[in-house]
Nanobody, 119 residues
């Protein structure tokens, strides 16, 4: 199991930047995948970015070139650097971890952090 705690959300003007952090309760070195999802009011939760244990990353088309996901195994933390923020990036951002267990897996979620992009 793993507990995830997000931080770093807030209010920012369009074009601004924020960095989200996700602190895990255990070592993330061997966690198969960690990532960020977001959910805007009235919309489904969607993948923003993910990073795998081997270091590869995956991004939603809407954030490519603007957001960067990274992980610090020594600090058991995953980050999401968000630049050139747009009003449509406004959402609750959730940290996610997928732990493999043989042929199946378990998903874990943080409590979410609000990001609001507005002038």
């Amino acid at each position: 199991q793993v507990q995830l705690v997000e931080s770093g959300g807030g209010l920012v003007q369009p074009g601004g930047s924020l960095r989200l952090s996700c602190a895990a309760s255990r070592s993330i070195f061997s966690i198969y995948a960690m990532g960020w999802y977001r959910q805007a009011p009235g919309k489904q939760r969607e993948l923003v970015a993910s990073i795998f244990s081997g270091g590869s990353t995956n991004y939603a088309d809407s954030v490519k070139g603007r957001f960067t996901i990274s992980r610090d195994n020594a600090k058991n933390t995953v980050y999401l650097q968000m630049n050139s923020l747009k009003p449509e990036d406004t959402a609750v951002y959730y940290c996610h971890a997928r732990l493999l267990r043989g042929t199946t897996y378990n998903d874990y979620w943080g409590q979410g952090t609000q990001v609001t992009v507005s002038s």
